[in-house]
Every structure is written in structure tokens, then in C-alpha cells.
């Protein structure tokens, strides 16, 4: 639920699917959006990133 990062001093937070890196970020912005738009979401914009990117 990303409380660990009420105590963790992350500056950059990561996705992962299958082994790969799909996308990074300041991690408190990319829980904000998981919560905002749900986990599924995130899966389908990390598979585009890995994808095009």
C-alpha cells in the first residue's frame, strides 16, 4: 500500500514485469497514480514502455 515509503528516503522507485524495468520515476508520483488509476493501468502503460521504448 506504499506506507513504506513513510520511511524510506527513495528518490527514484521503480516498475518491474517479467525481469525488466518498464518505467521509473519519482515514487511517490508513481504510487499517486497507482492508487489514482490501479495497478492494471500501470501494467498496460510498462508494457508500452517496453514496447516502444
Partial sequence: TGHI???VNARTGYIMLDGRIGC???PH???AE?????YEECIKCVLRNLQYG
Fill in 34 to 38: 497507482i492508487k489514482e488509476k490501479g
Fill in 24 to 26: 521509473q520515476g519519482d
Fill in 29 to 31: 508520483e508513481i504510487l
Fill in 5 to 7: 515509503l513513510d520511511y
